[in-house]
């Protein structure tokens, strides 16, 4: 009730009536507040009691909800890179023991049946890593990355093949941060070691539907859509690229503006855009607002051209993607599709024919669906082909098949430039202390020496071999069919074409030269075939060594086991950080929670004492209010009268 | 000067005091009634008779009339702020059961659903391949879409309790009209032209027009005969005696039924500003302005979720898929109005990938959506669905509107990706939710059926969770549509505006009650009846009827001594 003017003339009844009922209705909706406040503990029940601090409270809630979730997350990530951190440590022990019979079996006082009861024991151990591989919580394999929710390690004729895949999950932490819940289990039982690693730039040029979200931009920090203000000296326009997808889309767009006679185009060299003027045509490219989009297409010129000269845009860095044309790569070379390429994985060998194949999908799906059982993608740069063999036991070459595809595509397990130090497994080539390495016998019966201690590459091996020949009748060149050095003979006589080792030194060993002669040709052998280290190749080759009592190699296979040993102990320590890292993280969020309740609590909840107070206040308002009325209503002049 | 004139003087004074107790009498009778205006009776003395030269003396006294104690012009205040006030009042009313269909800041509203539907994916990112985890994230969406819908539900059935109220209230304000033209004829009869008034029938119209101004702003304009005029904006309502009448049409040409107040007389449209209807009409737009965000929010919400679903893969590939949108033209460009897409793709393109189910290699190609307007060749759905037949391992084509996409044989599915138009949420195509509006949005059918197709991956692989992580953050990503809002503050800023608009209206309504009670006060003041003051009238008139009674006596008496002299 609204206080009313106190100068009024008359007091009529009704008057007073009216004020009596308008009093104690008011005084009795504010109580009716109060009761409301205090059962429901709340002073803001609904966002019209206090907008600006129900707008406040309601974005707690919705803060608090989301930390829920990140909550829920963290405890996920815990638990998974907890059990996670037990596996490595099982694993650890485990690689520990390996070691350590591995040690035990070298010295001469262990017989043959000892270390044939020895690699029993090894072989328990291989099964328990292949187990430990295949750790899962809750249906969530700890080692397979995102390829569930089948277990990622399998065994097959020749080894263990890993089915997982090395993308690891990541989630929702916090606001803009995102945790990573499992480890690579490539990584840590070791595939690694068994991938041909694309040594080429694939260097995909333009093609008109290549996305410009497939384009590492001028400043390789992709293409950020917008405006461009195209001029010719005369007019500018802005010409709206905000709805371009493909590269094309670009190009017609800048067209379809038609400055002057500026036109669009593919630069020459197929990797950016060009503008060609006509006449007098001063070509000038700005950016429009604050837009990136003129630099980022590689376009932006800072002054305008003079009449007529060309604007010859940045290269643009397509990224290779599984719809590259094949055409477009090697800057627009394309590669040898009719030879195909030869793959030895273990025992099997096949020639993959790519004929027909017009992506880079195409290419690797042709070799994932070989009978060669390697995994091709795209390597993690965008820029080319990693081969992975996925079985660790087996061997893995990629050869040419008579031309040049393996090279071209940058994939072929051993070549003419691959460095000698890698031959053999990392083991290189070992030259004499000093003199010629090598000598080779021609077939008329005269003979060379070679001298290799300045060889870094293959190559430079055949130069030294074609060189120290001086041209009298013999050449080495690189296999084009398989992988290898070729010696042929052309002196036409009738002896046998040789080549052996000089002081001491193992160089035809090692460069594959001590295959056997057919004719006057000796096709080397491939000496840089992919050696399947890892985990379970290792422990294996303990097992096979103590089986067939090679010292050698058990003493070889027990420093391989040291080297998976420390990787796990390192993923072991970057796991633990990782869970040390999300520790901190919910102990933060839990402080950040209390914080955030605390001021909900204070921006929601009843302060009880002054709703009491106020309580206790309405309801004296409300009694005066009783009193007053029923003074006021019952005095009449009437009563007075007689 | 006679005895005779005496007694006449003394006659007067009882006829002019009984009168005048008769009008106290009225007041006191009347003292309860709010609508009810204080009389009070004019007494003057009675023309002088002249003795003689210069001496007068009085002939008695006589009512000069009866009349209402009124000020018009507070009396127009007055219903002015009735009008305000019921206006105001009404308008916190609805806005409170607006505010009461959020139902926000407690554990069951939108806000909190949303959370936990967002939050349900990201759990779903922990465990991508888990069906359990995805049929939570399903239920969560229908809780969602359910509530959604049902806040619409709640806001159309109010709209329609608004349209039902404009209607009764359009009746009463018709009955009224007509009372206030009737008594304009009844006033003018009995006041003749005169200059008395009829002050009862005054009372009843000025309770009428009271009454009126509660439900509408009504002007009054006195025409100086006894009749009033009304008038509700520009167009007159009661003119003299005729009623021109208030009627309600229908309109629906904003979609969404209108019930519109008119004259009767000719079909003119009323602005009402104030009084119940006023503040009904005003609701109504609010509430319509309400419907029109939350429909917003849920398109969005549809649109956007769709998009990223869309690009994203389910457990297994598709052997066939029917697009759940069809279009009114499938020859014309996707982005034509013709079409009858509720959501508009942009120049773009998507990927397709083929997959054979033996070797698990999978083909993919790009699929144009050329919407650039250039070269007369953009994208429509017959060619769509031509680009697609074209794709090696799928079949496609249109039925009745819809794309209709198959595989070639059992060893296929197919699955689709980056898609950058938006075609296939704009087609409903691997999508989500279903609908386009807060009326229709649902859990997409197909994926309730089968939840192994929700789409968690981004990459195929089943244990990917890109896609759900990508959903899970976009609560709060910005949304172009929404002018870069996200979808969390767009439902935070409908809440808040709603919230503001109740607080508002809850003040607007008590300063307009203080308004209303002053000028209350201030007619009561002059127009009220105070039984004290008619208690003190009534002794007054009853001593004065006891002194005429006297004189009479005395009179009578003197001659009486007169008549004994003979």
């Known amino acids: 009730m609204s206080i009313i003017p106190i100068q009024l003339a008359r007091v009529s009844n009704l008057l007073k009536s009216s004020v009596a009922t308008g009093s104690i209705a008011t005084t009795q909706a504010s109580l009716l507040e109060v009761q409301n406040e205090l059962s429901t503990g709340k002073q803001i029940n609904s966002p019209s009691d206090d907008p600006g601090n129900a707008a406040i409270a309601q974005q707690l809630h919705k803060v608090l909800e989301q930390r829920d979730s990140y909550s829920t997350n963290l405890k996920n990530a815990q638990s998974q890179l907890g059990e996670v951190d037990s596996s490595l440590s099982d694993l650890n022990d485990l690689l520990q023991q390996a070691q350590t019979i591995a040690s035990a079996n070298v010295g001469s006082d262990v017989t043959a049946d000892g270390r044939k009861a020895a690699a029993a024991v090894v072989q328990s151990l291989y099964n328990q890593a292949l187990t430990i591989g295949n750790r899962d919580l809750n249906g969530v394999h700890l080692f397979a990355g995102d390829r569930q929710p089948d277990p990622p390690f399998v065994s097959v004729q020749g080894g263990v093949k890993f089915v997982g895949d090395d993308n690891i999950l990541h989630n929702n932490t916090d606001d803009a941060t995102q945790s990573a819940f499992m480890v690579d289990g490539n990584r840590v039982f070791g595939a690694t070691s068994t991938r041909v690693q694309g040594s080429v730039n694939l260097d995909p040029t333009l093609a008109p539907n290549t ?132 793959i030895t994985n273990g025992g099997v060998t096949a020639n993959i024919d790519l004929s027909g194949a017009n992506t880079v999908e195409d290419i690797l799906n042709k070799i994932n669906g070989s009978k060669a059982g390697v995994v091709a993608k795209i390597n993690a740069a965008g820029n080319g082909i990693d081969v992975v063999n996925p079985i660790q036991g087996p061997s893995l070459t990629i050869a040419e098949n008579g031309g040049t595809t393996a090279s071209d595509l940058g994939i072929r397990s051993f070549a003419s430039d691959t460095p000698l130090s890698q031959l053999n497994g990392g083991k290189g080539v070992r030259t004499a202390a000093s003199g010629a390495d090598l000598q080779i016998t021609r077939r008329d019966g005269t003979a060379f020496s070679v001298e290799l201690t300045a060889a870094q590459t293959v190559q430079d091996v055949i130069v030294a071999i074609n060189t120290a020949d001086g041209g009298n009748g013999l050449t080495a060149s690189f296999a084009a069919t398989g992988n290898g050095i070729v010696l042929t003979d052309t002196t036409g006589g009738g002896g046998v074409l040789s080549a052996k080792d000089l002081n001491n030194s193992n160089s035809t060993a090692d460069l594959g030269l001590n295959a056997s002669v057919t004719g006057s040709t000796i096709n080397g052998s491939d000496v840089n075939a992919v050696e399947a280290n890892g985990i379970f190749a290792n422990i294996g080759k303990l097992r096979d060594a103590l089986q067939s009592n090679n010292i050698d190699a058990i003493t070889a296979s027990g420093v391989s086991i040291k080297q998976d040993q420390d990787r796990v102990i390192q993923i072991r320590g970057e796991t633990g950080a990782q869970v040390q890292e999300l520790e901190a993280r919910a102990s933060h969020l839990d402080d950040q929670n209390v914080a955030t309740k605390s001021l909900l609590s204070s921006l929601e909840d009843t302060d009880f004492t002054t709703a009491i107070t106020k309580f206790q206040t309405l309801q004296q308002a409300l009694q005066a209010n009783y009193l007053t009325a029923s003074k006021v209503m019952n005095q009449s002049l009437m009563d007075f009268l007689t | 000067m006679t005895l005779i004139s005496a007694l006449n003087i003394g006659k007067s004074a009882l006829a002019v005091q009984q009168a005048a107790l008769q009008v106290t009498g009225n007041n006191i009778a009347n003292a309860g009634n709010a609508d009810f205006t204080r009389q009070s009776a004019a007494i003057s003395p009675t023309e002088d008779q002249q003795l003689g030269p210069g001496m007068f003396v009085g002939t008695g006294v006589n009512i000069t009339g009866i009349s209402r104690q009124i000020d018009n012009a507070l009396n127009g205040r007055l219903n002015s702020s009735i009008s305000d006030s019921q206006s105001a009042t009404t308008q916190s009313e609805y806005l409170s059961r607006v505010e009461a269909t959020f139902n926000e800041l407690s554990d069951n509203d939108l806000s909190t659903r949303m959370s936990t539907f967002f939050n349900s994916w990201s759990n779903l990112a922990n465990k991508p391949q888990d069906i359990g985890l995805r049929q939570v994230v399903l239920d969560n969406g229908g809780s969602v879409a359910g509530e959604v819908q049902s806040m619409r539900t709640a806001l159309t059935s109010l709209q329609d ?115 119940e209807l006023g503040a009904l009409t005003q609701v109504r737009g609010k509430i319509d302005n309400v419907i029109g965000q939350l429909d917003s929010l849920a398109k969005n919400l549809i649109f956007e979720l769709n998009k990223v679903h869309g690009s994203g893969q389910g457990l297994d590939g598709f052997s066939d898929v029917t697009a759940e949108n069809g279009v009114n033209d499938a020859t014309a460009a996707l982005n034509d109005p013709k079409t009858n897409l509720k959501f508009t793709p942009t120049n773009g393109s998507f990927v397709v990938h083929v997959k054979q189910k033996g070797s698990g290699l999978e083909t993919s190609t790009l699929v144009k959506v050329d919407l650039d307007g250039q070269n007369n060749n953009d994208t429509t759905l017959n060619s769509l669905a031509t680009s697609l037949d074209a794709v090696d391992g799928i079949g496609a084509k249109v039925v009745a509107g819809k794309l209709q996409i198959t595989a070639d044989n059992g060893d296929t599915t197919f699955n689709f990706s980056q898609d950058s138009s938006g075609t296939l949420a704009s087609l409903g195509i691997n999508t989500f939710f279903s609908g386009d509006s807060a009326l229709n949005i649902a859990v997409n059918k197909s994926l309730q059926d089968d939840p192994s197709k929700l789409a968690a991956s981004k990459n195929g692989e089943i244990g990917d969770n890109q896609t759900a992580i990508a959903i899970a953050n976009l609560e709060s990503a910005p949304v172009a549509a929404l002018k870069g809002a996200s979808l969390k503050d767009s439902y935070e800023a409908m809440v808040n505006g709603v919230a503001g608009d109740v607080a508002t209206s809850k003040t607007n309504a008590e300063a307009a009650s203080a308004i209303k009670d002053t000028l209350t006060a201030q007619r009561e003041a002059l127009s009220g009846v105070s039984l004290d003051e008619e208690a003190i009238n009534l002794v007054k008139q009853q001593r004065a009827y006891q002194g005429a009674a006297r004189f009479i006596s005395a009179v009578d008496d003197m001659m009486k001594t007169l008549l004994a002299i003979t």
């Open chain 2, 161 to 275: 309790d608004v349209n039902s109220r404009v209607t009764d209230l359009a009746g009463t304000a018709n009955d009224l009209a007509q009372q206030v033209a009737d008594l304009n004829g009844a006033i003018t009869t009995a006041e003749g032209g005169g200059t008395g008034t009829a002050n009862a029938l005054r009372d009843q119209r000025d309770a009428a027009i009271k009454q009126l101004s509660q439900l509408m702003d009504v002007k009054v304009v006195d025409q100086g005969n006894g009749s009033v005029n009304l008038t509700i904006g520009s167009e007159p309502l009661v003119l003299g005696t005729t009623n021109r009448g208030i009627t309600t049409k229908q309109d629906a040409s904003s979609g969404r039924p209108v019930t519109e107040l008119i004259i009767k007389a000719d079909n003119g449209t009323i602005e009402i500003n104030s009084g």
């Open chain 1, 211 to 342: 996305r410009l979200t497939d384009l590492g931009g001028a400043g390789n920090d992709g293409i950020h859509l917008g405006g461009i203000l195209i001029g010719n000296g005369t007019v500018s326009t802005s010409v709206d690229l905000s709805q371009a997808d493909t590269i094309q889309d670009v190009i017609d767009q800048i067209n379809k503006a038609a400055v002057g006679g500026i036109t669009a185009s593919f630069s020459a060299d197929g990797k950016g855009i060009q503008l060609n003027g006509t006449g007098a045509d001063q070509i000038s490219v700005r950016e429009v607002g604050g837009g990136s989009t003129a630099s980022d297409l590689g376009l932006l010129t800072t002054t305008t051209n003079a009449a007529a000269v060309p604007v010859n845009g940045a290269d643009l860095r397509p990224q290779l993607t599984l719809l590259t044309p094949v055409a477009s790569l090697r800057g627009g070379t394309g590669i040898d599709l009719t030879s195909g390429i030869t």
